[in-house]
């Protein structure tokens, strides 16, 4: 009760004056009814009194070619939602404030990266093909490289590396995982592509219609569908050779004038009782070291970690990007 009444009075004491919104591009996803976004957006405004201005984009590419966009004169204070490869993208615009040791204190040690200095996870997840059991039997050991043979005259959707968080991770995975087996896999997996989506929801969507077998999404989707629907068909396709782990994050844009609440905004969804609520509202794991999980969570299997080296991975992000183009456009004629 006490630490309540105390944490609301630091929080008061940040906003001495009304303040124009604190403004966030993100994913559209994330914001919306019953969202993390709509939880985050309640709390912050109980505690700082001061609003948040969500703007919502397909996908959180999207949301930081906005950014990109709108230099030297950007309208955003916070970038929510990008990953690992998206912060090293636009790390060489300088666009990030730093962030003090004593917020990242709070998240787990593996998730941060000396790197990545600005970056801030909020929560993370392992990609991963995901299918529906009743309609779809995939064989029991595969590896990532072996995925696009055993599909037969199934169809997958996926998202656009140019636009999306998992469609460039998918890229990134493939160029370093198989190397010169890179264009074997997508020329093999091009004809059984249904479509290529901008955004997780899209190509989701289209997987819940039963237009597609396989999905790309995360280990952790089978949970939502198991809590909020009691469903134990909806599994994803675990590799034995590893996966991808995506990590989720904030940015502090270097122009935002609102710069001590943003961070203010950043110590809240890092609090324990806030990241508690991530795994059922983005379905991920939470960032923050020691936050509890629920059992559907804890029963998950968690898969091996596909190591990153992020200097090859920027060395040679625009050539995959460009050779998968190329693969891509020929299928289509």
């Known amino acids: 009760m006490w630490r309540k009444i105390f944490l609301l009075v630091c929080w008061s004491s940040v906003v001495s004056a009304k303040t124009e919104p604190l403004r966030i591009y993100t994913y559209e996803s994330l914001i919306g009814k019953d969202s993390f976004g709509e939880l985050v957006q309640r709390e912050f405004s109980k505690r700082a009194g001061a609003e948040i201005q969500f703007v919502s984009f397909t996908s959180a590419g999207e949301a930081l070619n906005q950014v990109l966009l709108e230099r030297p004169h950007i309208k955003a204070d916070i970038v929510m939602g990008i990953d690992q490869v998206l912060f090293l993208r636009a790390r060489e615009y300088d666009l990030f404030d730093s962030v003090e040791n004593k917020i990242l204190k709070r998240v787990e040690t593996s998730l941060k990266d000396p790197q990545l200095n600005g970056f801030v996870p909020f929560d ?113 396709l675990l590799f034995a050779d590893g996966h991808f782990r995506q990590v989720e994050g904030l940015a502090v844009l270097k122009s935002s004038n609102q710069k001590v609440l943003a961070k203010k905004f950043i110590e809240l969804v890092l609090e324990k009782e806030i990241q508690e609520s991530i795994p059922t509202l983005q379905w991920m794991y939470p960032a923050r070291s020691g936050a509890n999980l629920p059992k559907e969570f804890r029963d998950i299997p968690v898969p091996t970690k596909v190591s990153m080296d992020w200097n090859k991975i920027t060395a040679h992000r625009d050539e995959w990007t460009k050779l998968w183009t190329l693969i891509l456009s020929r299928e289509k004629k």
């Open 124 to 236: 993370f997840g392992y990609l991963a093909f995901v299918y529906d059991s009743l309609r779809t039997s995939p064989p029991p050991k595969a590896t990532l490289g072996e995925f696009p043979g055993m599909l037969g005259n199934q169809k997958v959707v996926i998202q656009d590396p140019r636009t999306s968080t998992l469609g460039i991770e998918l890229l990134i995975w493939t160029g370093s995982k198989l190397e010169e087996q890179f264009e074997t896999f997508w020329k093999g997996l091009a004809p059984r592509i249904l479509t290529i989506s901008p955004g997780w929801s899209g190509a989701y969507e289209l997987f819940l219609k039963k237009q597609v077998d396989y999905v790309l999404s995360y280990t952790t989707s089978p949970a939502y569908h198991r809590i909020r629907e009691n469903k134990e068909n909806i599994k994803a």
